[in-house]
């Protein structure tokens, strides 16, 4: 077989806040995106790889080469079905808020509650019962246990449940270090199936599948149309070996899902969803719920030796949320999503919030290194296109408070009685110091050219640029927490134009 046939399922999303200019610049950087996926599936014996650029909900490039199932040599397609393993753990997760916000469990509600068979079983007399919130995080204490765990997904609860109640090994006391555990989310599939009172599997299709229009997601994988199910392989003594499908059972809550690159953009976008808006709330889960999810709660490590796409040194920190893996690298870009391998499989998906892109990438080689190939993708998307942050709204207090800050500005006349500052403020700033610093700046500057708009780092925090003919002014303010908030800390500067 030619080891250049290849498949890879990537698909990038973008929000849309990105404009003509953005996507232009996004469509230049493709050729190099499409001879990076080439050169990696080929690199890793990869049978399969298919990649495309959404924006404003189209597909503005998409790629499909190789096959999904080299015997019948089907073709894959964004409709071709992969097992994603672990990437299903946020399914999971997300599931378990629901049922907090419904207000039918608590997070940190001891396990035992629902499991009594792991009642009294601990690291040490000392350790903690093991809550919900522990099993969301990687932090019960449990073992690493890839890849056992793999080989546990078809168990059925009858099973599952006796071999808790044997015993478990701990690795360490509960709630003070990160391991890896898909026993873990196994227990919270169980817990999802007594709180609800259906399968896990039924729950996830019926409130949030469903919802969100994935309607080729599968658990088992004999129910999957022939011509579209992905067929897994790893890579022995230059060939693709077939491996044999795993079934469907207890611990399908910690990667059972299978699904395709159509399907999974959907989840994918809703999660890019998430930002703070006035908007209608999704069915599915509540914006609130669904940043929680992303936030980094239990850190796992710091790579002091991480490099970029480009090679440079860019040392990065790794936390886990809820089902979801959270990275922010030296440039304080953040990524978020997960990572599933099984045998035959290997995927991942990322998004970086502030852009509003994500990508996933599915692959039928045995813990194919997906996540290796999205990072590369998106690092070098950032430096070839040099997309922005997606820009942070300015409040209206903070347009308030500069055009008075401006008003008073460089005399300072009359500051103390200008309604405008925090109570502190005139015991940590001093007018005439303030007046000596500001009005030599403004003189340098010359003739005041422009007020630009504030550039806020939050709601209540931000800084303006000043244009001058001979320099610029940069001021920077801090609001107090009070309301209406008022100016508690203040910086001028001069920059050059």
Known sequence: MKRNVLFCAILLFVQSFVNAQNTESLKSALPVIDKIC???????????????????????????????????????DGKSVYRIASMSKSFTAMAILQLRDAGKLKLDEP?????????????????????????????????????WGDRQLAISDETMLKMFKKGISFSNTAGVAYEYSNMGF??????????????????????????????DTYWDYTKVPKNQLAVGYRWMDENWVEQPMLGDGAYGAM??????????GKYLTFHLSA???????????????????????????????????????????????????????????????????????GSNWKMLPEFGIGIISF?????????????????????????????????AILKQRQ??????????????????FAENFFLDYFVKPLRNEAEPIFANAGKILKINEMIPENNLR????????????????????????????????????
């Open 38 to 76: 080439k050169d990696f599936a080929e690199k890793n014996h990869l049978p399969s790889l298919v990649y495309g650029l959404v924006i404003d909900g189209q597909i503005i490039h998409s790629n499909h080469i190789g096959i999904a199932n080299t015997t019948t040599k089907t073709l894959a």
């Open 111 to 147: 396990v035992s509650l629902y499991i009594p068979e792991i009642k009294g079983q601990k690291f040490s007399a000392d350790s903690p019962e093991i809550t919900i919130r522990h099993l969301l995080t990687h932090a019960a204490g449990f073992p690493e246990d890839n890849p």
């Open 186 to 215: 196994a227990m919270l599939g169980y817990i999802i199936k007594k709180v609800s009172g259906q399968t896990y599997q039924n729950y996830i299709n019926q409130h949030i599948l469903k919802p969100l229009g994935m309607n």
């Open 275 to 345: 930002s703070v808006s006035d908007k209608k709330e999704s069915p599915v889960l509540k914006r609130s719920s669904l940043r929680e999810m992303h936030q980094p709660w239990n850190f796992s490590y710091f790579s002091v030796d991480n490099k970029n796409a480009l090679g440079k040194s860019c040392p990065n920190i790794s936390a886990y949320g809820y089902g979801l893996r959270w990275v922010q690298d030296c440039n304080h870009i953040t990524n978020i999503g997960h990572s599933g391998g099984l045998p035959g499989f």
């Open 255 to 264: 990667g059972g899902m299978l699904t395709t690159i159509d399907d999974f």
């Open 462 to 497: 931000g800084y303006f640029i000043v244009e001058g003919e001979n320099a610029n002014i940069k001021i920077s303010f801090t609001l107090s927490p009070e309301k209406p908030a008022l100016i508690q800390e203040y910086h001028i500067q001069q920059i050059k134009k």
């Open 363 to 395: 692959a039928n080689r045995t813990y194919a290194p997906a996540s290796a190939l999205n990072t590369q993708i998106l690092d070098t998307l950032i430096a070839l296109t040099h997309l922005k942050p997606k820009p942070i709204p300015v409040s």
């Open 403 to 420: 055009n008075e800050l401006m008003s008073i500005l460089p005399s300072w006349q009359n500051a103390e009685q200008s309604g405008i």
